[in-house]
Nanobody, 129 residues
Framework: QLQLVESGGGLVQAGGSLRLSCAASIGTALEYYSIGWFHQAPGKEREGISCISIRDGKTAYADSVKARFTISRDNAKNTVYLQMTSLKPEDTGVYYC?????????????????????WGQGTQVTVSS
């Protein structure tokens, strides 16, 4: 059974950087999955911010993080990373990674939250001003 574990959150000053990791534990490869990162700010809905298709590496970003965050994968380690730079106080919140099985199709094209069925426990990021 697929399980996801996030790590790398913490407290950082505005303008700083953090790298989040999403380690997947599964008996088979993640080749036909897409992995998304979602951000839930305090009191707000969880929103998708970045996505990567494991099979072909195609990525997607929300406008709010484009040019600041970079998603990448290490297939050998079954791990997806989210490099976050130029952090802002509004980036504060819990970050979740989630996996969705898309087969030959990337779920990142539409990046619908409902397509991602397996979630990690989340990691807290706090950006101070």
């Amino acid at each position: 059974q697929l399980q996801l574990v996030e790590s790398g959150g913490g407290l950082v000053q505005a303008g700083g950087s953090l790298r989040l990791s999403c380690a997947a534990s599964i008996g088979t490869a993640l080749e036909y999955y897409s992995i998304g990162w979602f951000h839930q700010a305090p009191g707000k809905e969880r929103e998708g911010i970045s996505c990567i298709s494991i099979r072909d590496g195609k990525t997607a970003y929300a406008d709010s993080v484009k040019a600041r965050f970079t998603i990448s994968r290490d297939n050998a380690k079954n791990t997806v990373y989210l490099q976050m730079t130029s952090l802002k106080p509004e980036d504060t919140g819990v970050y979740y990674c989630a996996a969705g099985f898309g087969g030959m199709f990337s779920l990142c094209a539409l990046f619908e939250r409902a397509d991602f069925g397996t979630w990690g426990q989340g990691t807290q990021v706090t950006v101070s001003s």
